[in-house]
């Protein structure tokens, strides 16, 4: 029960990115630059309390972990995020580590610079290669 509930979770966050890259005027970093909006584009993060959970089951859990590194890589394969930009790497891992600092009480009052830092960062990405 609990992979179909990963499953949809997952499906779930495959659409709101793909809603969110789908208004991005730039494509390279599009799946990038959602990722960072739905992590830090609200007040609170944009997750529910089911994909919470799903995450921090996640990290003691090899299936839940290989669902998810399955989905990430086949996402950024599509979006043509593959390709070891450095530069979207490293603004992933940050909205990762923040979104599950967070999640365990950390308060990050620079959420907005944040944002808008790591949102910068994905649109000199495509320039240096």
Do not use: C
Not at 82 to 108: K, P, Y
């Amino acid at each position: 029960m609990i992979d179909a509930i990963f499953e949809e979770v997952l499906d779930q966050l495959a659409s709101e990115i793909g809603a969110r890259a789908s208004k991005d005027r730039v494509a390279h970093g599009a799946f990038t630059r959602a990722y960072i909006d739905l992590a830090f584009g609200g007040e609170e993060p944009a997750m529910d309390q089911t994909w919470i959970a799903l995450s921090l089951l996640m990290l003691d859990d090899p299936a839940l972990r290989m669902k998810w590194t399955e989905w990430l890589n086949d996402q950024l394969s599509e979006y043509g995020e593959d390709q070891g930009n450095v530069e979207l790497s490293i603004a992933r891992f940050a909205v990762d580590g923040a979104w599950l600092a967070q999640h365990f009480g950390v308060a990050i009052p620079e959420r907005k610079s944040m944002h808008e830092a790591l949102t910068k960062s994905t649109f000199s990405a495509g320039k240096r290669g």
